[in-house]
């Protein structure tokens, strides 16, 4: 799989500055906001009250809820998806294979951006990569199709 770099030149070491007085407020009034919108967007106040907490540990998203609301994304995957597998089949046709035959697949990192304002404010934008293994089997006497 292809190394995936972070899209920010800035993005620096946890915890690299220290806080000032205006940085106490800010970290206040937005863990306050967050805490009040947690019914609204409670994916993009629990990404904020994590960020907030300042414990530099991973932070666990939940893909399925994700691609769920997300159906412009989940689609656009949808679509790739069944377009690596038409691009599989042609080239097995077009080369001749009379066996099932295996091609891997890796899509390097294309681009999303959330449309709701809960995944949006949770995640903005971001990338994804598909890795793995498509399997094509010519057509036979039970399986009239590609």
């Not at 070491?13 to 206040?28: M, V």
């Not at 294979?97 to 295996?102: F, L, R, S």
């Not at 990338?127 to 010519?138: A, E, F, I, K, L």
Request: net charge negative; glycine share 8%.
């Amino acid at each position: 799989m292809t190394e995936w770099h972070p899209v920010d030149p800035g993005a620096g070491d946890w915890s690299s500055e220290d806080a000032t007085i205006a940085d106490h407020a800010s970290h206040e009034a937005a863990t306050l906001a967050a805490t009040l919108m947690s019914s609204t967007w409670p994916d993009a106040s629990d990404n904020l009250l994590h960020f907030l907490s300042n414990s530099g540990a991973d932070k666990q998203m939940d893909l399925d809820a994700y691609l769920e609301d997300e159906s412009e994304i989940r689609t656009a995957i949808q679509s790739r998806e069944r377009s690596i597998g038409l691009a599989a089949i042609e080239r097995a046709k077009t080369s001749g294979i009379e066996g099932p035959v295996t091609f891997p697949v890796q899509t390097g990192w294309p681009g999303v951006e959330a449309a709701s304002h809960n995944w949006y404010y949770a995640t903005g934008s971001g990338n994804y990569s598909m890795h793995g293994q498509v399997t094509v089997y010519p057509p036979d006497a039970n399986h009239p199709e590609w």
